[in-house]
């Protein structure tokens, strides 16, 4: 159940950040690590439907595996967000 469950997340969150992106769009064209995030974005919610596949057919091996590669990108997703965010979208100076 909860590998569904990350599935519905990881594509809601995939098409959320589509929808998010749009009133800034300008702004993301000059930052290089967005087009990386982007594209590691739309690949995760690829990545996360065919681990739903995998753990459907009881694949507990290759499932395993996959899992934590998928976990690994999403820590590496949420960092290049950041970098997005705080460091060129909000400009915060000390």
Known sequence: L????SVLAV???????????????????NITIFNYHEALGLF????????GLVRFYKKRNLFTIMLLIGVLLLFLQGWMGGV???????????
Request: glycine letters at 8%.
């Open 2 to 5: 909860l590998t569904y469950l």
């Open 11 to 29: 594509v809601g969150g995939s098409i959320s950040g589509t929808i998010a992106h749009e009133p800034v769009e300008k702004l993301l064209e």
């Open 44 to 51: 995760l919610a690829l990545y996360f439907l065919a681990l």
């Open 84 to 94: 997005v965010v705080y460091e060129h979208l909000v400009k915060t100076q000390p």
